[in-house]
């Protein structure tokens, strides 16, 4: 039997470590990658509660102002506070499950904020809220949503 070249097992284990060295590359880019797209959501969900959060100040309805493009409406200051709190936690609730389905919040704490959708989508007073903003949730967030039993109906 004839012995192995050295040179041939030395260049075989380099290669070797090279090829995996470029995999560990690919898996860092790729995480690097979602976490800056994470922090992208992220970074929008705050752009929408400083975008909300001067309506709340001047006791401004979010939702009759943008959506439905009418300033007038019979909500106490207090119904208009609760009003603008539910858009601002659909904005949070969308970013938490969009960090969740990218692997970057922990189950435990998921269902922390699963708990939370259920008793904001329970609000049956504040249903149209989310309603008007369905169309603009990923399809995966409103079948979360969706899965959820329906005690606002009649």
């Known amino acids: 039997m004839k012995k192995p070249d050295i040179n041939a097992i030395v260049q075989l284990l380099g290669m070797l470590g090279i090829i995996l060295s470029l995999i560990f590359v690919g898996l ?3 995480q690097s990658q979602r976490i800056a797209i994470a922090d992208q959501q992220q970074g929008r969900a705050a752009i929408a509660n400083d975008f909300i959060t001067p309506f709340l100040e001047n006791g401004l309805d979010f939702t009759t102002v943008f959506f439905n493009e009418n300033p007038n409406h019979e909500f106490s200051q207090q119904d208009i ?3 603008n709190i539910v858009q601002i ?6 970013n938490d499950f969009y ?5 970057l919040m922990d189950e435990p704490t998921w269902q922390a904020k699963l708990n ?10 504040v249903r149209e809220i989310y309603k008007l903003r369905e169309p603009t949730f990923s399809n995966e967030f409103k079948l979360v949503v969706q899965s959820l039993p329906d005690n606002c109906l009649e």
């Open 28 to 30: 860092e880019m790729r």
């Open 116 to 125: 939370g959708i259920k008793t904001i989508f329970d609000l049956c007073d």
């Open 81 to 83: 506070a609760h009003r």
């Open 99 to 103: 960090q969740y389905s990218q692997g």
């Open 89 to 94: 936690h659909w904005f949070l609730f969308e």
